[in-house]
């Protein structure tokens, strides 16, 4: 029984904006308590303000890279997931949804536009779907990855991790995956859950798959194409190896295109399942 739902948008959308008003509406109505838990920072959204951290191996910690707003932006973050209800709601798209995906454990409904691919509903159909939600509909539970380099441990990952260079020069990579070794240069790459292969991993070449305990491979335009996209088994961690004969590139690992961390190359890290999920109401 739904009684009290917590409720996030994207507030540089003006739709998103108008919309939260008619569904809190909408919520009141069905006698449900709705806890708006948005924070103005992040009407303020844009690539200048996207969290980004540094990786010390020589210290073994993260650092901010970027300014204040990133840290506002994380703090915000960080003491999200303390109220208690029995739902979230987001507005926005699937960027929206993939931002407050790992804050509460709780099921997730999302509303977005016609462009969205994860949201269960757009903003021009949602209150039928949203009513059979509130009603009991089928809860869906999706894995997700992490990336673990030194002693840190990423945020987890609904759709993807990618790995690549922000110099826009080729590496070459040492992968262990599903037993084997591969060794071959590109320019990244992407390993996406089962509901992330649809996405970038797909535009970058890779297959759909809907099989949970798989994870997909792609590399990102590989070196004569030596390494195609694979799939393999989520619950036997990949481990990467990035080398480069520049003492001083860095690689970035990218989780849902959304918090990029930075690391130093000649290091690896591993691709692994993570301990937290994500429950969606399932929506027809």
Not at 260 to 282: C, D, P, Q
Request: proline share 4%.
């Amino acid at each position: 029984m739904i009684k009290k739902v917590i409720l996030h948008y994207n507030a540089s959308k003006k739709t998103a904006l108008e919309l939260k008003d008619e569904i809190t509406a909408f919520l009141h109505g069905q006698g449900i308590e709705v806890i708006d838990k948005q924070n103005k920072a992040l009407s303020k959204w844009g690539d200048t303000k996207i969290p980004h951290f540094e990786y010390s191996d020589r210290f073994s910690r993260i650092t901010f890279k970027m300014g204040e707003d990133a840290k506002k932006l994380m703090g915000f973050k960080d003491t999200l997931g303390k109220e208690e209800a029995d739902m979230l709601i987001t507005i926005g798209g699937d960027g929206t949804l993939l931002f407050y995906k790992g804050l509460y454990n709780l099921p997730l409904f999302a509303i977005g536009s016609r462009t969205s691919y994860l949201c269960q509903a757009r903003m021009d159909n949602w209150k039928p779907k949203l009513l059979r939600a509130l009603k009991g509909e089928k809860l869906e539970t999706h894995p997700m990855l992490e990336a673990k380099f030194g002693t840190h441990v990423t945020e987890p990952a609904m759709n993807e991790i990618c790995v690549k260079n922000p110099r826009h020069r080729m590496l070459r990579f040492s992968l262990k995956v599903n037993g084997n070794k591969y060794t071959f240069g590109a320019d990244g790459v992407i390993f996406s859950t089962a509901i992330g292969s649809s996405g970038y991993a797909y535009s970058a070449g890779g297959r759909e798959f809907k099989n949970k305990r798989l994870i997909g491979v792609v590399p990102v335009a590989p070196h004569r194409r030596k390494f195609k996209p694979m799939i393999a088994r989520m619950d036997s961690p990949a481990e990467l190896k990035i080398h480069s004969r520049y003492r001083h590139d860095v690689v970035d690992v990218v989780v849902d295109g959304q918090i990029i961390y930075e690391m130093g190359l000649n290091a690896s890290l591993k691709i692994r399942r993570s301990k937290r999920t994500v429950t969606m109401f399932k929506v027809k």
